[in-house]
C-alpha cells in the first residue's frame, strides 16, 4: 500500500468509527429508547435496546443491568406498565404505542422461561 493512501484510511476508520457510535446511542433505549415502527414483538424489542439492560433468552439478550426477563412472573397487563412508565431503574418507554407495547408484552410473556 503507498504511504499516501494511509491518511484517507485513518479517516475512513475514524469515520466509521463515529458512525457506528451514533448508532449504537440511538440503538440504546436509556432514557426512552423505542425509536422504532416495528409491530412484532422481537423487533421492537431489538429495536428499543431491551437487551442492552436484560437477559431474556427468546431474543439472545444477556443484558445484566435489569431483571432476567425469563424469571418474571409479571403479567402482560404488568410488563405494558413497567415499560409504558418504567421505574427503578427501568426506562420509560412511553413513546410506543399501544400496539406496540401489547406485542411487546406479548412476546415477554408468551416466551419466557424457554
Ligand atoms: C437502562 C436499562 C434498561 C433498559 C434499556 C430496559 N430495562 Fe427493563 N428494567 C430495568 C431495570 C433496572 C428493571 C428493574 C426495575 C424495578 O425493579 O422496579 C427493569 C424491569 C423490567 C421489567 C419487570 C421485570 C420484573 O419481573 O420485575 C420488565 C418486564 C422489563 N424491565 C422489560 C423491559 C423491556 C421490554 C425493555 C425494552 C423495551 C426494557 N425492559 C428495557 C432496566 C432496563
Partial sequence: ?????????????????????VALAVGCGGGGGGDTAATDGPTIFADSGCANCHSFAA?????????DLDDSTLTEEEVVAKVRDG????????????AQLQA???????QRGR
Fill in 1 to 21: 500500500m503507498s504511504p499516501s493512501a494511509r491518511p484517507f484510511l485513518r479517516t475512513l476508520v475514524a469515520a466509521l468509527a463515529a458512525a457506528a457510535t
Fill in 59 to 67: 431474543a439472545d439478550a444477556n443484558g445484566r443491568v435489569g431483571p
Fill in 87 to 98: 421505574g427503578g431503574g427501568m426506562p420509560s418507554f412511553g413513546e410506543l404505542s399501544e
Fill in 104 to 110: 411487546l408484552a406479548e412476546f415477554v410473556v408468551g
